[in-house]
């Protein structure tokens, strides 16, 4: 009795601290991240990050083109993720002092030559974005929305200039963003006066600045002047892009006290004006599931409640003979397929991806993975990931094992390899492309290293614990015998045509997730603000239940065909859905991105590939489990002689 009742005790004692870890987490908006106070005059520094552009999708350095330095750049510690999204947070010579508004401050005086000049133009042209960050909160440009007046949407990142002409002139000039108006939103404490930074906006502006006499650390600006209260409000006279162009940095402070609390200050990023859009694409997929739900349900209930008590009465040989439908199988039902290796390689897979899909969104839902926590949510799926890899051998091996498969070293090593390995060679490949042009989105040499570390010293490991594991349990046991000699398949209608049913099979599915992944889409692509992963949750569990009742009717259909060649057909039912999701990834490059160079296209179409494999490894191991378990129930509740 001792040992139950120790397991009973750890297992409260775990209940218990994990109540109080979800109770403590409510106390701040993300946990682990503590709210900074600062009094009046309290040094603020500003930190730059990548440069960022939707046109090409390729980052760069902030130092990459010709900004003020500071004395010495110092790289912030940046966490795997925030690598492998390409962030490169920095030192700045930005820094202002809490609650002490500062006007027309010069940060440097900087002459272009034709090399820099025509740096410059390239991201102005390709419409790049200068991303700041102060407290954790990134730097955004509020824009009125000219469709409703009182909406401010907020655009991540100020463009680093802007294209024009002069008036009455034809000719179409470069011009930069010289001139930063910054606004810190505070929330002020009035027992303790110490402030928590709230927002950081900036206006930019293009100001060809001009001053008196020989320019030195003493000049007086008479384009900007805080002794004549001369300050910039518009861009009547903005600073050409140019050779032997002189360029003055300057820049604004003002402090506003703001009514927000410090734990809501990311409302305003993650707002979604659309949230209608995502209860239809709810409701949309609720639709989908009522429908295959009843038709589940007919065929549980009803069918094959009417089948198997019709089959149970029967009660010569001869009658048996007569009948057709899905009993007449059940010789050559559970007979392995072919290629049986393969599939419990992507059987396994799939387990390691629905593993982490799904204690990610757990993560998600609670809060962990604020888009205040840059490169969190990356990091997170690739650990969970590696440490998935234990149910990934887990469950490769009992499949194998029921197929009297022997040799589960070699099934393991598959396991561990084949998804891993076709991911890595891509990302490679693409690696190489960035790397080519020079982007601060190449990952490093010691990343490279330290994700083959991961892979070969953490991964392949628990494969392998999870094989051994697996394989040294009893083989699963076949509700029915398998005939030695295999039935011949009757002739097929056209619509059981495997392909056919195949392809049906993945419209639902995607039908169901179709609306959200747009919204994924566009925050990966158009550099957007993620945060609804309540819905998503909520679409990912219909995605599950799709998969599984879509995979299970054409299963059904199939069986009475006199087709018991399922195991293959159900896997590819409802992971041909992936087929769909790559061709809306097209649909959706041609439609709502403005991508023109070869190698961003090539970035875009090589990770949605990785994307689309995923996805169909995930879907297809969902509708498989689904048939694997209806089969075995059906099999199981008829007799057989």
Known sequence: MAGPRREVVWIFLSAVLLLLFVRSSHCFYLPGVAPRD????????????????????????????????????????ENLGEVLRGDRIEKSPYVFKMREPQMCN???RVTLNKKTAKEFKEKINDEYRVNMILDNLPLVVPIRRPDQENTIVYQQGFHVGLRGQYAGSKEEKHFIHNHLTFTVKYHKDAQ??????????????????????????????????????????????????????????????????????????????????????????????????????????????????????????????????????????????????????????YVGTGVQFFGMFLVTMIFAVLGFLSPSNRGGLMTVMLLLWIFMGLFAGYASARLYKMFKGTEWKKITLKTAFMFPATCFAIFFVLNALIWGEQSSGAVPFGTMFA?????FGI???????????????????????????????????????????????????????????????????????????????????????????ITIVLCYFQLCSEDYLWWWR???????????????????????????????????????????????VLTGTIGFYACFWFTRLIYSSVKID
């Open 192 to 345: 303790a006066d110490t402030s928590r930074i709230v927002g950081f906006e900036v206006k930019p502006f293009s100001v060809k600045h001009e001053y008196e006499g020989e320019w030195n650390e003493k000049t007086r600006l008479t384009t900007c002047d805080p002794h004549a209260k001369r300050a910039v409000t518009n861009s009547e006279s903005p600073q050409e892009v140019d050779d032997e162009k002189e360029i003055i940095f300057t820049y604004d402070v003002e402090f506003q006290e703001s009514d927000v609390k410090w734990a809501s200050r990311w409302d305003t990023y993650l707002l979604m004006a659309d949230d209608q859009i995502h209860w239809f694409s709810i409701v949309n997929s609720l639709m989908i599931v009522i429908f295959l739900s009843g038709m589940v349900a007919m065929i549980m209930l009803r069918t094959l409640y009417r089948d198997i008590s019709k089959y149970n009465q029967l009660e010569t040989q001869e009658e048996a003979q007569e009948e057709t439908g899905w009993k007449l199988v059940h010789g050559d039902v559970f007979r392995p397929p072919s290629n049986p290796d393969l599939l419990c390689v």
């Open 451 to 455: 994700l083959v570390f991961l892979w």
């Open 570 to 616: 159900s896997y590819l039912t409802s992971g041909s859905s992936a087929f769909y999701l790559f061709l809306y990834a097209a649909f959706y490059f041609f439609t709502k991105l403005e991508i023109t160079k070869p190698v961003s296209g090539m970035l875009y179409f090589g990770y949605m590939l990785i994307v689309s494999y995923a996805f169909f």
């Open 459 to 549: 991964s392949v490991p628990l494969v392998f614990v999870g094989s051994y594991v697996g394989f040294r349990k009893p083989a699963l046991e076949d509700p029915v015998k398998t005939n030695k000699i295999p039935r011949q398949i009757p002739e097929q209608p056209w619509y059981m045509n495997p392909i056919f049913s195949i392809l049906i099979g993945g419209i639902l599915p995607f039908g169901a997730i179709f609306i959200e992944l747009f919204f994924i889409l566009t925050s990966i692509w158009l550099h957007q603000f993620y945060y609804i992963f309540g819905f998503l949750f909520i679409v990912f569990v219909i995605l599950i239940v799709t998969c599984a009742e």
């Open 38 to 77: 600062f009094q009046k005059g309290d040094e603020l520094k500003v930190k730059v990050n990548k440069l960022t552009s939707t046109k090409t999708q390729l980052p760069y350095s902030y130092y990459s083109l010709p900004y003020c330095r500071p004395e010495h750049i110092v790289d912030s510690a």
């Open 106 to 108: 010069v940060v440097c």
